[in-house]
């Protein structure tokens, strides 16, 4: 089993659509989270850290349960240039140095 | 603020060989992380250096090395390439180690292909 796991997708989905991704991490030891969003042949880029409590960027939510150990992303009003793939990250646990990346899961948005 | 930045952005090595990658940390950051992103799949964690010294590894075998200097860039090599070596080799760097709710900032990426 992967130390975090996505859904896999890929999610295609109309403009203006709201569309979650799921995310679980096995290490309950981990101590931070994040997503990071990769375009095509590009670099990860950080979208938002992820806090317990809850938190909001304009248009995105991010949740984390660290009971389930299970975290959540959260899309309202999808505008085409959201089209990426969203990469689920944990940080810490028993190797300290390590984040740890999910395989990513591609969004696809559509006129 | 200079981000970070790595060289080359491609390279196309023989099985066998041997190859080393550069990162310039952005300005600021005193740590250098390392991994692998072969097509499809995340980013897999090669190893981190802080203060000059190893600050944890991945899966990893020990052809995989690196050096961090006293101006916090990097250098990632790898000894006997194998075809499975061929992928995107990214560098991030943050401010302190990972775990301690310190995201990563990435650069563009080195595409290494074995042939």
């Known amino acids: 089993r992967k130390e975090v796991e996505q859904d896999p997708g890929p999610f295609n989905v109309p403009e203006g659509a709201t569309v979650a991704f799921n995310c679980t991490y096995s290490?309950?030891?981990?101590?931070?989270f994040f997503w990071y969003r990769q375009d095509c042949r590009k670099e990860p880029k950080l979208l938002m850290s992820v806090y317990s409590s809850g938190n909001e960027d304009g248009r995105f939510t991010a949740q984390l349960n660290r009971a389930s150990q299970y975290i959540s992303l959260l899309i309202r009003d999808s505008k085409l240039s959201d089209s990426a793939t969203y990469l689920c990250v944990v940080n810490g646990g028993t190797n300290a140095g390590k984040s740890t990346f999910g395989d990513g899961t591609t969004l696809t948005v559509k006129p | 603020e200079t981000g970070v930045t790595q060289s080359p952005t491609h390279l196309i090595k023989t099985r066998g060989q041997q190859v080393t990658l550069r990162c310039s940390s952005q300005?600021?950051?005193?740590?250098v992380s390392w991994y692998q992103q072969a097509l499809g799949q995340g980013p897999q964690f090669i190893f981190q250096y802080y203060r000059e010294e190893e600050n944890g590894r991945g899966n990893f075998p020990p052809r995989f090395s690196g050096l961090q200097f006293p101006n916090y860039s990097s250098e990632l090599n790898v000894n006997a390439l194998e075809l499975d070596d061929s992928a995107l080799y990214l560098c991030a760097s943050s401010h302190v180690p990972a775990g301690a709710n310190s995201p990563l900032h990435f650069g563009n990426g080195t595409r290494l292909t074995v042939t």
């Open positions: 290490n309950s030891a981990s101590q931070s």
């Open positions: 300005s600021g950051h005193n740590t």
